[in-house]
């Protein structure tokens, strides 16, 4: 599996660390503003590659810190530059995810129509990762699929964090269940491989794992006995939330890629000799296959 977008400061969503403020004083003195008019053109050269350096090293404490300096020096500077300092802008604050208005203000300055667009979607993942790591994710969802897909995913990959270590616990659990659950209920926009991909993973790695785990450091019997029927209601639908994950989904061969529909059991084996025999842990992308009693491969499914 992918690691999520790097926003936040925990572990699970890593932060890459801080460049060295190289400004000092004032951000227009520092950037060297008055060689962007001299006549010269040898000089307009050197000093557009300098001031290309300058913008490349600044660090998200040097935009807030000269935020109005910054804000004038963009309106002046050439569409290379302007363009060179919105994007310096926008990976800094991808990276941190940290907003501020400091940052909209340069952005609404210098940037293209493209770049805002890009700054209010970054501005918007760092949002929904602050209430990804509050634990708030109901207030993040909504009518914008990109933050749904980001919410759904990054939940997904706590999941399988949790289960490769064998410290999944019943609060992250709950908060996918219950993003889940809002998301059908209240009808949000989704993509088709995110109701394929969690529907598969919930039957074949999920409730497995919850059958061999029945009680952890992180989660009681009642706990998992609770969780794991959320989890089937999740994948085969209830009033509430609209025939659940099963009745959206697109890749309909999922429903017998490793069990057949028949899922009465808790880990939702058929109990016919099937087995799962290979898994590769790329990107949610697993190759299994199944045998019949006499060892015979029967099917193959991939996602």
Known sequence: MVAPLLFGASSDFPSLPRARSVTSGSAMGSLQLDCLYTQRK????????MVTQKIHNLTANDISQYSQELSTIAGKLSKKLQSTLCETIIDHT????????????????????????????????????KDLQDQQTARAIGNDQIINEYIIHSLLQKIWHGIQTNTLDKVTLKQYILTWNTILSKQYPLGSFSYDMSYYLNRNII??????????????????????????NLNHGTLQNNG??????????????????NETNTNEETGNGSET???????YREKTQQKDNQG????????
Request: with cysteine.
């Open 277 to 283: 025999i290979s898994f590769q842990g790329k990107y």
């Open 207 to 232: 409730l497995p794992y919850l059958v061999k785990y029945p009680k952890t450091k992180y989660m009681n019997l009642s706990d998992n006995a609770s969780l794991t029927k959320d989890l089937k």
């Open 244 to 261: 659940g994950l099963k009745a959206r989904l697109k890749n309909t061969s999922l429903l017998g890629s490793i069990v057949t529909s």
């Open 42 to 49: 040898a000089s307009n050269a050197i000093c557009e590659k």
């Open 94 to 129: 991808r990276k941190s995810g940290q907003t501020s208005p400091s940052a909209r203000l340069i952005i609404d300055t210098c940037g293209t129509q493209k770049q805002k667009d890009a700054y209010v979607i970054v501005e918007k993942l760092a949002k929904a990762n």
């Open 296 to 303: 015979n491969i029967t099917s193959r499914g991939f996602i």
